[in-house]
């Protein structure tokens, strides 16, 4: 992997569609919970967990795979469902630029690798070095084929990313960019470029 691949700037499959959900009231802004405890979309993947199977299906429609990494009782997996994914904006550059696929990281689903084995999600979450909630994973569309996560990663989000930075991520994976620059550059280079038409930037919004 490339150090612009490894690099991570510092900054603070999907339940059955017949699961039970509960949503308050749009006033509370509160996402949709699973049966299972976990925050959902109903845009997020329905998928027999098998990676390579999943990425070839984004790389048939044109789309790159974000796996997402979340966790019962995850704050900042709230946050990321409460304020990112009520974005216009990102929301709609996931629809048509991504396959968004949703692990549990204590999970005990049964998940195929890349490299074929099989283990369930709470162990492939160790195996890919998945630590804390939420974590994002992209792949780019273009590593269909892949082998191995370590062949497959382009970028990776550890932690709660604010709009800004979550956007330049997905952006980042699935432009290309991140064969040749770090994530730093591009972000700067992003700001620059709003501010240059007039528009207000504020990175950490």
């Given at each position: ?113 890349f490299d074929g084995e099989v283990l369930s999600e709470k162990q492939i979450a160790k195996k ?26 382009a970028f990776r989000m550890p932690g709660y990313f604010k ?43």
């Amino acid at each position: 992997m490339t150090i612009a691949r490894r690099t991570l700037l510092a900054v603070a499959a999907t339940a059955p569609m017949l699961a039970t959900r509960t949503r308050a009231s749009d006033d509370d802004h509160e996402p949709a919970v699973d049966d299972d405890g976990l925050y959902t979309q109903d845009w997020f993947h329905t998928s027999f967990l098998d990676m390579s199977e999943d990425l070839a299906e984004a790389a048939s429609q044109g789309k790159h795979l974000m796996i997402l990494w979340e966790q019962r009782g995850c704050p900042y997996c709230r946050e990321l469902h409460r304020i990112n994914f009520r974005r216009d904006d990102i929301v709609s550059y996931l629809k048509k630029h991504y396959v968004v696929l949703q692990l549990n990281l204590w999970g005990d689903r049964e998940v195929t690798d890349f490299d074929g084995e099989v283990l369930s999600e709470k162990q492939i979450a160790k195996k890919w070095h998945v630590n804390f909630t939420p974590t994002v994973i992209l792949i780019n569309g273009r590593d269909a084929g892949a082998k191995s996560m370590r062949e497959a990663e382009a970028f990776r989000m550890p932690g709660y990313f604010k709009p800004f930075h979550f956007l330049a991520g997905l952006e980042f994976a699935a432009g290309n960019t991140y064969r040749d620059q770090h994530f730093q550059r591009f972000v700067q280079e992003k700001a620059d470029h709003l501010r240059d038409q007039g528009q207000p930037v504020t990175l950490w919004d």
